[in-house]
Every structure is written in structure tokens, then in C-alpha cells.
């Protein structure tokens, strides 16, 4: 039924700062859609970004998100960069399970405190 993820959506404090993090740090494309919400692009999946209370039907809280992207990068080049950009390693490099097997990983947050996890398969 389903075949892959559309889009999540983080709450954040600060639209323009999430954005231009996940642009500097993970390199994904910024969009605007819809009377002028953000997002941020990479291959065929999106983020977008609301404020609390933007939208009643989401009761999600700033800072509660928990995500795992997948790199096509070496986890020593993903390190290096996230050096580079001054994002601060909380967790990693660690073996964890993906949704396909065994991943290695690591793990920081965003502005918001969000749990970012980018991750390599074998």
C-alpha cells in the first residue's frame, strides 16, 4: 500500500532558521509552496516546516521530531562536514537497525532540538 515517504513536517520556533540549517548542514534545497510556507527539498521527499499552533490537527511539539536520513556519502565525509558547519556530534559513529538492515549513524540536533540521524548502509 504504501511505497515510500511524500514529506514530514517539523514544528520549529523559527521557520528561516530551520530552513537555512537543513539548507548549510544537510544541503537541501529551500522551497516555498502554498500562501508562502517553507520547506526544505532533497531528491523526491520534503520537510516542511510549521510553527506551533499553525496547524490545530498537529499537536507536535518544537523540538519533537526524530529523523533518519540516508547518505550516498562516507560517514568520514559526512563528520568532516558537519565539523566544518560547527554542528555539534551528540551520538556516533554507532551501528543501529534501518528499515532495511543494519545502518551506521550519527546523530545531532537542529535548532529546535529535533534529532537529526544521517546514516550509511554497508
Known sequence: MI???DHIVLTVADIERSVEFYQRVLMME???????RRAVRFGQQKINF???????RNLARVGSGDLCLI????????????????V???????????ALGAITSVYFSDPDLNLVEVSVYP
Open 50 to 56: 510549521q510553527r506551533l499552533g499553525q496547524e490545530p
Open 71 to 86: 547518505t550516498d556519502w562516507s560517514l568520514e565525509q559526512v563528520i568532516k562536514h558537519l565539523e566544518l558547519q560547527q
Open 30 to 36: 529551500p522551497v516555498t509552496f502554498a500562501n508562502g
Open 3 to 5: 511505497s515510500r515517504f
Open 88 to 98: 555539534e556530534i551528540v551520538e556516533g559513529p554507532v551501528t543501529k537497525s534501518g
